[in-house]
């Protein structure tokens, strides 16, 4: 019983690269798979590329990308997570700090952020 007996398609052929071919490859595979699943075997991706000579990926995103805003409330817990242990660690807390911090949770509540994309200045990577 041969191999192809079993098989819907019955021709194999060998491809071989370079290893910059092949990183660009792999690449591309890698980023198709980030928006679908459908090409997520090799072979797939790979026997759509070669008989329809492309592969069509619709990207829906919100109006802003919610990456940077959660980055900015992770880094928001951190603070407040810091603020909780200087606070433990020195067992006193004066009413003025706890205003303080107050105040700045109420502002970052209150932040009415406009449509679209976030500003860049509000949202920084790099330290100040």
């Known amino acids: 019983?041969?191999?192809?007996?079993?098989?819907?398609?019955?021709?194999?052929?060998?491809?071989?690269?370079?290893?910059?071919?092949w990183e660009r490859v792999n690449s591309l595979h890698k980023k198709v798979n980030k928006y679908t699943t459908r090409y997520r075997s090799f072979t797939v991706f790979a026997r759509k590329m070669l008989t329809d000579g492309e592969i069509?990926?619709?990207e829906i995103r919100p109006l802003t990308d919610p990456e940077p805003l959660a980055k900015e409330i992770g880094r928001i817990g951190v603070n407040v997570n810091q603020i909780a242990h200087w606070a433990n660690?020195?067992?006193h807390i004066t009413p003025a700090q706890v205003e303080e911090i107050h105040r700045g949770l109420w502002d970052f509540a209150q932040w009415d952020r406009p449509t679209g994309p976030l500003p860049?200045?509000?949202?920084?990577?790099?330290?100040?």
Do not use: Y
Request: charged share 25%.
């Open 1 to 21: 019983m041969s191999w192809a007996n079993k098989r819907r398609r019955t021709v194999q052929k060998l491809v071989t690269f370079t290893p910059d071919e």
């Open 56 to 58: 069509r990926v619709i």
């Open 89 to 91: 660690a020195n067992e």
């Open 120 to 128: 860049a200045q509000t949202l920084s990577t790099t330290p100040a």
